[in-house]
């Protein structure tokens, strides 16, 4: 399919996902990266007691409360 055709239906509305390859795609800014990171047992506990509270991983809850914090800083 031609990009120009692929345009119109996407102006039109319509899903054009089955048209593009969507098994490499990349949110610019957004790649992970691993790091390790050393947490006190007291701190380890406080996290997953509010994880479990929530019924979210334990990862989920250090992500977004990081996220929050450096918000704050923008």
Known sequence: MKAEDLDKKFDKGENITKHL???????PGQ???RVNVDFPEWMLHSLDKEAKRLGVPRQSIIKVWIAERLKELS
Do not use: A, N, S
């Open 21 to 27: 390859d969507l098994t490499k795609t990349r949110r």
């Open 31 to 33: 790649e992970t990266k």
